[in-house]
């Protein structure tokens, strides 16, 4: 059973803080890693994802991947109210022709103003 | 990314009966994916549409609950049969682009059943 494990939150930040949020995959073969922002009664929006070990950063977005411990991270810089929102983690399924995706339960985040 | 439209939006059923979601897309894909959204809960996959080919559903999901159409490259339908109150949920639809593993997203359509 392939999993991916979120904190399910909430995380609460203050504006202007580093939020970051974490994520844990149990498939050592997987090799694709997406973030997606869900607000509430919306459908999921894709943030970032990363393929390679290391940092990635999109503007204020940086995600960290680190393969050796199956661990993929979400790091929001300068946090703004508008950033609160579900975040969910997911992760390509390599034995399914890697085009299918594990999602995660996602972690709400609340910035406070 | 192209854009990827749901009908209906939302809708409220009574149990027994069987709604049709339609999902189109404004270019030509390979696979479509079908997804369901419990309350409070994480993206459940429910089954893969191919154009040309029957879908391959996922462990608990079965054809005759959930019968998928996939009639061209740019559209499909999933149909929510015999419905009970335990279907309430959110139902997107996704695609890939250009074999690209990303997936986007339809504006999902709120069900729910009485």
């Known amino acids: 059973q392939k999993e991916v494990e979120q904190n399910s939150g909430p995380l609460s930040v203050p504006e202007g803080a580093i939020a970051s949020l974490n994520c844990t995959y149990s498939?050592?073969?997987?090799?694709?890693f997406f973030w997606y922002r869900q607000y509430s009664g919306k459908s999921p929006e894709l943030i970032m994802f990363i393929y390679s070990n290391g940092d990635k950063e999109d503007g204020r977005f940086t995600a960290q991947l680190n393969k050796a411990s199956q661990y993929v991270s979400l790091l929001i810089r300068d946090s703004q109210p508008s950033d609160s929102a579900t975040y969910l983690c997911?992760?390509?399924?390599?034995?399914?022709?890697?085009?299918?995706?594990?999602f995660g339960k996602g972690t709400k985040l609340s910035v406070i103003p | 990314s192209a854009v990827i439209s749901q009908k209906p939006s939302r809708d409220i059923c009574q149990r027994g009966t069987s709604l049709t979601i339609q999902c189109q897309v404004d270019s030509q894909v390979t696979m479509m994916f079908w997804y369901r959204q419990q309350p409070g809960q994480s993206l459940t996959l429910i089954a893969t549409?191919?154009?040309?080919?029957?879908?391959?559903?996922e462990s608990g999901f079965v054809i005759d609950k959930f019968p998928i159409s996939r009639p061209n490259l740019t559209f499909s339908t999933l149909t929510v049969s015999n419905m009970s109150p335990e279907d309430s949920s959110i139902y997107l639809c996704s695609t890939r682009f250009n074999s690209q593993e990303t997936q986007y997203f339809g504006p999902g359509t709120r069900l729910l059943v009485l």
């Open positions: 997911a992760v390509n399924n390599p034995g399914a022709g890697s085009y299918q995706l594990t």
């Open positions: 498939d050592r073969g997987s090799q694709s």
């Open positions: 549409a191919n154009q040309g080919s029957e879908a391959t559903y």
